[in-house]
């Protein structure tokens, strides 16, 4: 049996394995800027939650203009949720996004008549990417 | 007649035999203690260096310990296996991008 190769397997393996929770002062200048509304949070969240803020903060730059300052601003509202809250806002987005296309809209012009400051009107929908 | 003798006394009355038995058995209980010495396994832990030698008294043929480092290596796929398999259940990263940009104020998808 070959043991260099099982060797390299062996390491790959040990450098694969997931990451662990971070503090915040490790975070680079620009997770820390993208995520600064959980600057005081971040080292009493959940690991699986920094995982998906780090996921967010490392998409940010690819986004647009637009979306980016979408973003900025719902991302204030989001860190004053719990995690709770959160996950409950994850499955009614689910839910509305197989609402029909047309009752969707209806639904969002509604929201746009009663919220005219908080919608980012100009914001393209974004849809989950698979 | 009943004796009682101490550890030492037996000790002691070994050793006397022991001096009384002729040099061909000696040397024949000498021989078995050396080949027994030599089959007795040894008990320290093992420390694997690179290449096979174990840090104490046995060294691993080659086969032996590729089977060990592939096992080793099984193992720490199935861990992998394992967290990948927990985080994608867990990574809501797409989703939440999505709420994020979305015209929707998070506010609406709130109780």
Do not use: C
Not at chain 1, 99 to 114: D, H, I, L, T
């Amino acid at each position: 049996m070959r043991i260099r190769p099982l060797l390299l397997i062996f390491a790959l393996s040990l450098a694969s394995l997931p990451a662990s929770a971070q503090p915040w002062e490790k975070l680079t200048a620009q997770q820390q800027d993208v995520l600064s509304p959980f600057a005081n949070s971040w080292d009493s969240l959940l690991e699986k939650e920094q995982h998906n803020l780090l996921g967010i903060a490392k998409r940010y730059p690819k986004l647009a203009p637009q979306k980016q300052q979408r973003l900025r601003e719902q991302l204030d509202k989001w860190s004053k949720l719990t995690p709770e809250q959160r996950r409950r806002a994850r499955e009614k987005y689910k839910a509305f996004s197989k609402v029909p296309a047309e009752k969707r809209e209806e639904v969002k012009k509604m929201v746009r008549e009663q919220h005219p400051s908080q919608t980012g009107s100009e914001v393209p929908p974004a849809t989950p990417s698979p | 007649m009943n004796i009682k003798l101490s550890h030492k006394d037996i000790g002691r009355l070994l050793d006397r035999s022991a001096r009384q038995v002729d040099g061909g058995t000696l040397e024949a209980l000498h021989a078995a203690r050396r080949h027994a010495l030599l089959r007795q396994r040894s008990s320290t832990p093992l420390w694997i260096g690179l290449d096979g030698v174990l840090f104490g008294h046995q060294q691993l043929s080659r086969r032996a310990f590729g089977w060990l480092i592939a096992a080793a290596v099984a193992t720490l796929l199935l861990i992998n296996l394992g967290s990948w398999y927990h985080a994608s259940e867990h990574n809501h990263g797409d989703i939440d991008i999505a709420i994020l940009t979305d015209e929707m104020p998070v506010d609406v998808y709130i109780d």
